[in-house]
């Protein structure tokens, strides 16, 4: 059964950092693409990042690209999403997904304000 467990978030000013962790059950990351998506009140959900399972290889929304990386540790079963240059418009609701699935975790909040 496919778990996902978000967390990391927070309140943070303009320019902070945070990294978001994803702990997956059920299945291993490195078999399938995990993605980061995220939402804002009043916004649809849109996909932040993506990594690939073969290879690895990484793809970013325009609007996080040179700032954010996603990553995956195949031993802990973890994909994570380092954030660095947080602004305002970055404030949401962060969700990791993983293909061939309809489940969403509860996600994790990121709210970016001075």
């Known amino acids: 059964q496919v778990q996902l467990v978000e967390s990391g978030g927070g309140s943070v000013q303009p320019g902070g950092s945070l990294r978001l962790s994803c702990a997956a059950s059920?299945?291993?990351?490195?078999?399938?693409?995990m993605s980061w998506y995220r939402q804002a009140p009043g916004k649809e959900r849109e996909l932040v990042a993506y990594?690939?399972?073969?290879?690895?290889?990484?793809n970013y929304a325009d609007s996080v690209k040179g700032r954010f990386t996603i990553s995956r540790d195949n031993d802990k079963n973890t994909v994570y999403l380092q954030m660095n240059s947080l602004k305002p418009e970055d404030t949401a609701v962060y969700y990791c997904?993983?293909?061939?699935?309809?489940?969403w975790g509860r996600g994790t909040q990121v709210t970016v304000s001075s």
């Open positions: 059920g299945f291993t990351v490195s078999n399938r693409r």
């Open positions: 990594i690939r399972s073969a290879g690895g290889m990484t």
């Open positions: 997904h993983t293909e061939f699935s309809t489940y």
